[in-house]
């Protein structure tokens, strides 16, 4: 090489992908971070799904500048003989560095404190009307309101987990255990569990969480295959149940999000007290005694059984709006098998998300997340730029002939609705040989 460093191919890199010798490449530079796995703030899931291969653009996405200078301590003298940037990673990072120059992942504006004093007014109104009124459409409405603050406090918590809203990381992760676990009664750190996941490995059916949803919904055929989830270390089986289930998914597709809400809490609830590492776990334990300590007070108050019913009932679906959003932003897209990989971290980002248009108006009301493809090629960028780099996003992604996928609300539905009626007809193919049950077979005597 004509020089003193040492090098290694990215083949020898491949062979360092094991929990007890996970070694991955950031500019070139080979990294042994064995050890850090458990202790990265990001959760050891991310590293062990990039593990063995370079990473830098991942790197760059989710860490801010101050983060390269803990690097050192990990280098293990190796450099990456082959080591190559592609145009499309060249210029992502080229745009990447544009915007950290023009100070834009510090320049939050005032959306934190419009948004929380919003889910202030929201909580108040909605209590006041179960407390202090006695007719039932107000505490229909005061369970709708209840619905749609947990919608805006789950933005104010997703913000919160990708970069700091508040002024210290103290104040952050305070503002994240009120907001998510006292107010909503799911987990933050189920949702950076799962989160961090999901970004990583955007729409691999073995290794993002948040497409298997298995017996209820399968976006792809492919999952009838029975695959290991590597997030959750066991076989998602496509059984006799699964097959009835998904035979029918583009038709309980809107009741199943009505009331998706119970399987986060419950989820939540698994992660919280189950033997994995969880950070904060007293912290988080405690934000959800609150929720489940006022919500069932609040609920408690209603004259009726049948008022107590419809009010949660209702709060479920005004919060499924939000719910039906994430799937949309995904299920459509395109999907694949097997581990994410590091140098084609922009075209998965493409290849793996749609945009929802909407009027610039209507940004509070999704979050800013109807911009999906800017926020994870760019996740630590505040919502209130995503719609200014947007035609940035989508003239890279024309002159690198990638998708920009951009639907209304409207068509991402329609869009979603045919994935899934798509994989239902699949799945009512007998061919597959899924054994089958009594039930199955009575319902489906007919074809």
Known sequence: MGDNKKYISSDELKKHNKSDDLWISIQGKVYNVTDWAKDHPGGDIPLMNLAGQDVTDAFIAFHPGTAWKYLDRFFTGYYLEDFKVSEVSRDYRRLHSEFAKAGM???????????????????????????????????????????????????????????????????????????????????????????????????????????????????????????????????????????????????????????????????????????????????????????????PLLVSCLPNWNERVLFVLTSFCVCSVQHIQFTLNHFAANVYVGAPKGNDWFEKQTSGTIDI??????????????FQLEHHLFPRLPRCHLRNVSPVVREL???????????????????????????????????????????????????
Not at 286 to 294: C, H, P
Not at 358 to 370: R, T
Not at 423 to 446: G, Y
Request: charged content about 15%; aromatic content about 16%; overall charge positive.
């Open 357 to 370: 248009a909407c009027s610039s108006w209507m940004d509070w009301f999704f979050g800013g997340l109807q």
């Open 105 to 295: 992942f510090e320049k939050k504006g005032h959306g934190v404190i419009y948004s929380l004093c919003f889910v202030a007014l929201l909580l108040f109104t909605c209590v006041y009307g179960v407390l202090c009124c006695d007719g039932f459409w107000v505490h229909m409405f005061s369970g709708g309101l209840l619905g749609f603050l947990w919608m805006q406090v789950a933005y104010l918590g997703h913000d919160s987990g990708h970069y700091q809203i508040m002024t210290t990381r103290g104040f952050n992760k305070l503002a994240q255990i009120l907001t998510g676990n006292c107010l909503t009664g799911i987990s933050i750190a189920w949702w950076k569990w799962t989160h961090n996941a999901h970004h990583v490995s955007c729409n691999s059916l073995d290794y993002d969480p948040d497409l298997q949803h298995l017996p209820m919904l399968a976006v792809s055929s492919k999952l009838f295959h029975s695959l290991t989830s590597q997030f959750y270390g066991r076989k998602l089986t496509f059984d006799s149940l699964s097959r009835f289930f998904v035979s029918y998914q583009h038709i309980t597709y809107y009741p199943v999000m009505c009331v998706a809400r119970v399987n986060l809490y419950l989820q939540t609830l698994l992660l919280l007290f189950s033997k994995r590492k969880v950070p904060d776990r007293a912290l988080n334990i405690l934000g959800i005694f609150v929720f489940w300590s006022w919500f």
């Open 397 to 447: 992604c024309k002159k690198h002939n990638l998708p920009y996928r951009s639907l209304s609300f409207f068509e991402a539905n329609v869009w979603t609705l045919r994935t899934l009626r798509t994989a239902a007809l699949e799945a009512r193919d007998f061919s597959n040989s899924i054994p089958k049950n009594l039930l199955w077979e009575a319902v489906n005597t007919h074809g």
